[in-house]
């Protein structure tokens, strides 16, 4: 019995120290792509702030052998150079937001006014289907807490398709004059005007039309364009368009990544930082079967052709070499 009781205490003792561990920051050291080997991280999305690039990513927590989605919380990541990761502690799970069930899936973070503006899909409690919320903070890696105490987007509002899951991947982004955009969807490519405070939309739910649009918008500016690039099809390749305003109309240029290897999804952010364009995406790389459910984050190189155009992107496994 004595025996028993100090394999308890023992037991009891490590447990509180893997979860103080746990809430610690870790340093990462990737070593070419996926960029994290420790756990599966999905749906990426990357904000640039003051010398660091945060990247935000969803978390496959499906069992082995298991088809589909799992999904809980959210994962934060901070590198200077693009090889070294701080890992922060998880800064969001959907049980922050009372009013949804589960299902922890893409979103995007954006700064405006010294807060951190979460957007994510997750799916509603008492209204069917997805839904899109906000969560609010005042660091980049968090905590972030619902900021509305509702949805932003709910599946009512959204008429287009009958599908539940057409509110989902929300991306964000404030153009020059000030006016911030949600863009989002499934199937349907919706954007909306944002108020000021970020939490409220600012007039009526508009759609972009988009040759075989099917999720994971992504809107980015470079040198006077703005591009919008999606999944496009099913299993995913990513595409992209082209226009001088934000609201289009949008000119179609072709794939810009092709399908991710064993991961029927491809969803993508690019950035420019210090001097380079990154494509940021996800495959299914470090699991030999179920990698559309058991998903990991990579970083490529991506280059603009001189009229504006982007060059295909070529996925490697080196990835890519620390920036100074």
Known sequence: MKKLHILLCAALAFSGLTASAQKADTVIHSNGNPIIRHQYTADPAALVYKGNVYLYTGHDEAPVKVNSYRMHNWLCFSSSDMVNWTEHPSPLNVKDFAWAKDDAWAGQVIERDGKFYWYVAVEHGTIHGKAIGVAVAD???????????????????????????????????????????????????????????????????????????????????????????????????????????????????????????????????????????????????????????????CIDYLYYNPDGTIKRVVMTSEGVKPVK
């Open 139 to 297: 660091r980049p890696e968090g905590p972030y807490k619902d900021a509305r105490g509702s949805a932003i987007i709910t599946n009512d509002m959204t008429t287009q398709t009958k599908i539940s899951w057409d509110d989902i991947d929300p991306t964000v982004f404030i153009d020059n004059d000030g006016q911030a955009y949600l863009i989002w969807g499934n199937t349907v490519c919706y954007y909306a005007k944002l108020k000021k405070n970020m939490i409220e939309l600012d007039g009526d739910i508009k759609t972009f039309t988009l040759p075989h649009y099917t999720e994971a918008p992504w809107i980015h500016k470079h040198k006077g364009w703005y591009y919008l690039s999606y999944a496009y099809e099913f299993p995913e390749k990513t595409a992209y368009a082209m226009s001088r305003k934000i609201t289009g109309p949008w000119e179609y240029k072709g794939i810009l990544n092709e399908i991710a290897g064993n991961s029927n999804t491809n969803h993508q952010a690019i950035i420019d930082f210090k001097r380079k364009s990154y494509f940021i995406y996800h495959n299914g790389a470090i699991t030999p079967d179920a990698g559309s459910f058991h998903r990991s984050v």
